[in-house]
């Protein structure tokens, strides 16, 4: 699903140039997971290499360009995953990904250990059994690269996704889901048919990423 920003130009080249925003794709969603985009296989609709200045691109994007996320050329080949690359995740890097502070649920939670009879664990064995139910139950975002192909401008985005690998709760039947997404702005290449032949052009777009994951009931 991609977002078209609000009316206005883009300005560098005649490759990039301005398109009335109502013509370039639906009302903008909210709806999660994100859908994979299906693009016209006809190579008449890829830009040109003329098309592919990546200077004036840059200029065009300007202070949208988010080096953190966005590149012009492929990543390393051990940094490169597909979108749902959490199956490649293990639990002791899912362990790390937890961040902020833990649960308040978590950390008044009590436990019982059995040992010839029932009695509280050391702090040090309770601290590691939140630990772990945390691990556990916590759904971080995946990040991994994503190539986008050549209608889009910078061509490799990171991207997240849900760790979907087991269940996140206790019995299982719940897992990690797409809660929250955030946008980031990219170079979409677009082509319509007009009178005297196709236009096209490049145009600002949202992207969407997913932002947040958490554990919920199977559909």
């Given at each position: 699903?991609?977002f ?17 925003y ?23 609709l ?37 979108p ?7 639990e ?15 950390r ?11 009695q ?71 082509c319509?048919?007009r ?25």
């Amino acid at each position: 699903i991609i977002f078209p920003q609000t009316p206005g130009t883009v300005s560098a080249s005649p490759g990039i140039m301005c398109q009335h925003y109502y013509l370039l794709r639906p009302i903008p969603s909210d709806t999660l997971p994100v859908v994979d985009l299906r693009e016209d296989p006809d190579p008449a609709l890829d830009p040109r290499e003329k098309d592919l200045n990546d200077t004036e691109l840059r200029s065009a994007l300007g202070s949208h360009f988010d080096p953190l996320c966005m590149s012009l050329s492929a990543p390393p080949p051990e940094d490169r995953h597909a979108p749902g690359g959490s199956e490649d995740v293990t639990e002791a890097e899912l362990r790390y990904r937890l961040s902020g502070a833990m649960p308040k649920d978590i950390r008044a939670m009590e436990f019982e250990v059995q040992h010839g009879r029932k009695q509280k664990p050391s702090k040090k064995l309770r601290r590691r059994l939140q630990l772990w139910l945390w691990s556990y139950t916590g759904c971080p975002v995946v990040s991994a690269w994503s190539d986008l192909g050549t209608r889009f401008w910078p061509r490799y985005l990171k991207v997240g996704s849900c760790y979907n690998k087991r269940s996140c709760s206790v019995p299982e039947g719940m897992f990690c889901k797409p809660a929250k997404s955030t946008h980031l702005t990219i170079l979409r290449w677009r082509c319509l048919q007009r009178k005297g032949g196709l236009k096209c052009a490049w145009i600002p777009v949202q992207y969407p990423v997913i932002s947040e994951c958490k554990c919920s009931c199977h559909n």
